[in-house]
């Protein structure tokens, strides 16, 4: 009599497992900031950028100046949600000024009120507080433009201009725009 209540007693531990499992779901549909993906050519060089993209949810704290914001302007922040945002390069290109080897990339940021200091990284995965200034690989200051109307989630597009792209960044209240060219 006792051996029979051993495989009940296994199964139903069995069952609590998988009910743990499945609590911990991470699949990338169901993340509270989801991931997005932009595509594009620099001449015969493909551009990817992958990020994930968190929605303002009625928070008016989250970029701006003072200790109550959650990323403040002068602090290294990683460019969106969940893990940084990566770029990735079939060739090489220049970024703002800087020529920029084939491979991907990690993009960290310091926003400011009026410009914003981008970098570009040889950091993969990690989150700001992972950065490492010495891994930069270019580093560009945008200006802020501001939106006529606010973007309730983070985005990011590859649009062409000219013989190059911009990567747009927008979100709240505020666009940012990346020149991405052709390799000299």
Do not use: C
């Not at 497992?17 to 169901?30: C, E, Y």
């Not at 991931?35 to 993209?53: C, I, N, P």
């Not at 747009?168 to 020149?179: A, F, I, Q, S």
């Amino acid at each position: 009599m006792k051996y029979t209540r051993l495989p009940l007693l296994i199964a139903m531990m069995a069952l609590l497992f998988a009910a743990d499992v499945q609590a911990q779901d991470l699949h990338p549909s169901r993340r509270a900031s989801p991931l997005g993906m932009a595509r594009s050519f620099v001449g015969d060089v493909y551009v990817k950028v992958t990020f994930s993209q968190p929605y303002k949810r009625n928070r008016d704290n989250i970029i701006g100046a003072g200790e109550d914001f959650m990323h403040p302007y002068g602090e290294v922040w990683r460019f969106g949600a969940n893990e940084p945002t990566e770029i990735t390069f079939s060739g090489p290109v220049k970024v703002g000024d800087t020529q920029v080897d084939a491979g991907t990339y990690s993009v960290f940021s310091r926003p400011g009120a009026s410009s914003w200091m981008l970098y570009f990284n040889d950091l993969q995965g990690g989150g700001a507080g992972d950065y490492e200034e010495s891994k930069n690989v270019a580093t560009v200051e945008v200006p802020v433009s501001m939106l006529d109307e606010e973007a309730d989630q983070f985005s990011i597009s590859l649009e062409e201009q000219g013989d190059g792209l911009h990567m747009v960044t927008m979100w709240l209240d505020w666009k940012l725009e990346v020149p991405i060219m052709p390799a000299e």
